[in-house]
Each structure stands twice: as structure tokens, then as C-alpha cells.
T-cell receptor, first 113, second 111 residues
Framework: DVKVTQSSRYLVKRTGEKVFLECVQD?????MFWYRQDPGLGLRLIYF???????EKGDIPEGYSVSREKKERFSLILESASTNQTSMYLC????????????FGSGTRLTVV | GDSVTQMEGPVTLSEEAFLTINCTYT??????LFWYVQYPGEGLQLLLK?????DKGSNKGFEATYRKETTSFHLEKGSVQVSDSAVYFC??????????FGSGTQLTVLP
């Protein structure tokens, strides 16, 4: 069964810390995505990548960066965590073919205190 | 650009009731259409999909038919269970390499 694995289910960090959220997929997918999900706001795209070492800003990239050094791994970085980044973070991967869709990880619930 | 409009929630039903969650879309060309389900505390899972007009996707008793003439992909289930309580997202894959998601509909099924 195909898998997208997010390194942590729950994370508590302090304001100002540098935070790394890791995502690994075992499906040889080219495309990977990071979303955040907040009540009443749906899914919001932070960053995405269509290839190794490639990244594109999504709708809300401010305060975040990403790294994709290997095809299977896509990391989301919070350079200096703030309380307004408390959220559920979802990683997804996909083939990029029209009928394929995405496979999502289980999510990381990040709390910044 | 592409967009998906979903029925606003929350939706609360009694067990064994009939479920419909409306989804309409705007897209150029011939998008593929998807329903995802998110159980509490989890990521999204693909529930069903349809890739061309008049296709019916089905899974776990849920169904949705791709209606190009009405640009719709409504989710239905004949008899819901408490375990169906979740958030449901409609999505499309159009000309871009990304999915466009609706805002999600919270479903609560009461015993």
C-alpha cells in the first residue's frame, strides 16, 4: 500500500524556535505538497514541489520555507515559529496525472506556545 | 481559474438517514473529480473519483456521478452510520498539476 509518512503526529514548540516537519513518500511521486488546515479555513497550500530541488510558493508561504533534496522527502521549515502557526499540517504527494489525485499523510498537529 | 463550491456544513443526520453533499465546479476542459474524507485527527483519504462525464465513482456505500451538464459531483449515501462522521472534501484536477479543493463539509451522524 502506498504511503506518505509525516514524522510527528503531535509537536509542541516554543515561539522563536526553528521547526522542521518531515514528509516521506514511498511511491516515487514527482509532486509533493504542504498544506495547513485551520477550522473554518479549509486547506491552504503553503508550498509545493514538482521535482527534486524545485519549490514553488503556494497561497500562504510567509513564515515558511521548504527543502526537497531527494525525490521522496519534502521538508517544511518554520524559520522562527510563532503562535499563529499553530495548526494541523498536511503533506501530500501525487503523480501529477489528471485522474490520479493525491495521497495524504496523517498530519502533524503543531502547537506553538 | 478552477474552483469547487461545496455545500456548507455542518450537516447532522440520524443513523440510517440518506446523505447528500452538494458539490459544483468550474473548470476549463475535462477535469477529474474526487471526494476525500477526513476522520477526526487524521489526514485526508481518497473516497472515490470519476475521470469523465457520466462516470460514477463508488466506495463504502458512497456514490457520486460526474455530471458535466450541471458541472456537479454530488456525494450520496443511502444509509449513513455513526462511523461516517467526518469531514468530506470535493476536489478537481484540471489543467494544472494541482488539485483544487472545496472548503469541506462536516458530517455528524447521531445514533
Amino acid at each position: 500500500d502506498v504511503k506518505v509518512t509525516q514524522s510527528s503526529r503531535y509537536l509542541v514548540k516554543r515561539t522563536g524556535e526553528k521547526v522542521f516537519l518531515e514528509c516521506v513518500q514511498d511511491m516515487d511521486h514527482e509532486n509533493m505538497f504542504w498544506y495547513r488546515q485551520d477550522p473554518g479555513l479549509g486547506l491552504r497550500l503553503i508550498y509545493f514541489s514538482y521535482d527534486v530541488k524545485m519549490k514553488e510558493k503556494g497561497d500562504i508561504p510567509e513564515g515558511y520555507s521548504v527543502s526537497r533534496e531527494k525525490k521522496e522527502r519534502f521538508s517544511l521549515i518554520l524559520e522562527s515559529a510563532s503562535t499563529n502557526q499553530t495548526s494541523m499540517y498536511l503533506c501530500a504527494s501525487g503523480l501529477g496525472e489528471r485522474g490520479y489525485g493525491y495521497t495524504f499523510g496523517s498530519g502533524t498537529r503543531l502547537t506553538v506556545v | 481559474g478552477d474552483s469547487v463550491t461545496q455545500m456548507e456544513g455542518p450537516v447532522t443526520l440520524s443513523e440510517e438517514a440518506f446523505l447528500t453533499i452538494n458539490c459544483t465546479y468550474t473548470a476549463t476542459g475535462y477535469p477529474s473529480l474526487f471526494w476525500y474524507v477526513q476522520y477526526p485527527g487524521e489526514g485526508l483519504q481518497l473516497l472515490l473519483k470519476a475521470t469523465k462525464a457520466d462516470d460514477k465513482g463508488s466506495n463504502k456505500g458512497f456514490e457520486a456521478t460526474y455530471r458535466k451538464e450541471t458541472t456537479s459531483f454530488h456525494l450520496e449515501k443511502g444509509s449513513v452510520q455513526v462511523s461516517d462522521s467526518a469531514v468530506y472534501f470535493c476536489a478537481l484536477s484540471g489543467s494544472a498539476r494541482q488539485l483544487t479543493f472545496g472548503s469541506g463539509t462536516q458530517l455528524t451522524v447521531l445514533p
